[in-house]
């Protein structure tokens, strides 16, 4: 895969609020592209104006410059959102760790964060990230699966989700607020009751706080061209059933939706964990000093 650097004009963009998912007051994607290349990721759309999403991977050089810039010039503290178009420790990450340095400069602003993720080196990162959590610190790993073999198939270049949930332990044992994003659930492939019971009994063996479900997927243009071509190669049956169900519909929703859901809040209730995410809430209005 080919790494190239870009020149970015803004790195911080506003989250339209409220934001009832994940929290976030700003987005931050140092790269663009993903090396995790899942079968199913959104990214590959034509509106995110990424032209060769399979096989080139963008860092913006003056990222941790623009970072620092635009904290200093913020009057709102609110939380900073790594991980909505790409995965901020994909592996070039070990090499360049754009990431971990725009974390040192996250705390010394004192912002809070929430990542979003699917690899486990977050914990190379881990000392960083219980100084953020002195203000606020939340890590999803997204996890559709706990089966490792279909990860290989669905989500090819990731961490494997056992490694995944071990991560989500050690977080929370350094009390960490760490839970799983449910997102998303591949109608005929990850539709099922043993799916979604073994997700949600391993978030419970791992101390995950809480999980973020969408029962369901999108498809659109190219991300749905590609996603056919994955179908045909590794599912070969379930191309027409995708085509006759949905159509060329943007939102998917999974089969026995009523079922399926019913069994993820019944089991998220017997062991008490969350749907929601414990989000910052003190957004605080510096007062300007005049000399």
């Known amino acids: 895969m080919k790494i190239q650097p870009i020149q970015a004009k803004q790195l911080l963009s506003h989250v339209k609020q409220p934001d009832e998912w994940f929290g976030l007051k700003y987005n931050m994607n140092i790269y663009r592209g993903c090396q995790h290349q899942c079968i199913y990721c959104d990214t590959r759309s034509e509106c995110y104006q990424i032209e060769d999403f399979t096989n080139e991977v963008l860092y913006k050089e003056n990222a941790l410059q623009l970072l620092r810039k635009e904290l200093a010039s913020k009057r709102i503290v609110g939380t900073i959102g790594l991980g909505s178009m790409n995965d901020p420790y994909m592996p070039i990450e070990k090499e360049y760790e754009l990431t971990k340095k725009a974390l040192q400069i996250i705390a010394e602003f004192g912002f809070p964060v929430h990542i979003i993720t699917k690899s486990n080196l977050v914990l190379r990162d881990l000392d960083l990230l219980k100084k953020i959590n002195d203000v606020?610190?939340?890590?999803?790993?997204?996890?559709?699966?706990?089966?490792?073999?279909?990860?290989?198939?669905?989500?090819?270049?990731?961490?494997?989700?056992?490694?995944?949930?071990?991560?989500?332990?050690?977080?929370?044992?350094?009390?960490?607020?760490?839970?799983?994003?449910?997102?998303?659930?591949?109608?005929?492939?990850?539709?099922?009751?043993?799916?979604?019971?073994?997700?949600?009994?391993?978030?419970?063996q791992n101390r995950a706080k809480y999980i973020l479900p969408s029962f369901g997927m999108t498809l659109r243009d190219r991300q749905r061209d590609f996603y056919y071509e994955k179908l045909d190669k590794h599912f070969p049956s379930l191309k027409k059933r995708y085509i006759n169900k949905f159509g060329n519909d943007y939102s998917c929703s999974i089969n026995n939706y009523h079922t399926l859901k019913k069994c993820?809040?019944?089991?998220?209730?017997?062991?008490?964990?969350?749907?929601?995410?414990?989000?910052?809430?003190?957004?605080?209005?510096?007062?300007?000093?005049?000399?």
Do not use: H, W
């Not at 089966?147 to 009390?175: F, T």
């Not at 019944?266 to 000399?291: A, G, S």
């Open 136 to 204: 606020y610190t939340t890590i999803s790993f997204t996890i559709t699966t706990t089966d490792d073999e279909l990860a290989k198939v669905v989500e090819p270049e990731a961490p494997s989700p056992s490694n995944r949930l071990k991560a989500l332990k050690i977080l929370s044992e350094n009390n960490i607020q760490a839970g799983i994003v449910l997102m998303p659930v591949l109608p005929f492939i990850e539709d099922n009751e043993k799916n979604i019971k073994n997700i949600v009994t391993n978030a419970y």
């Open 264 to 291: 993820f809040y019944n089991l998220c209730k017997k062991y008490n964990i969350l749907t929601k995410i414990t989000p910052y809430k003190k957004e605080t209005v510096e007062q300007m000093t005049f000399f």
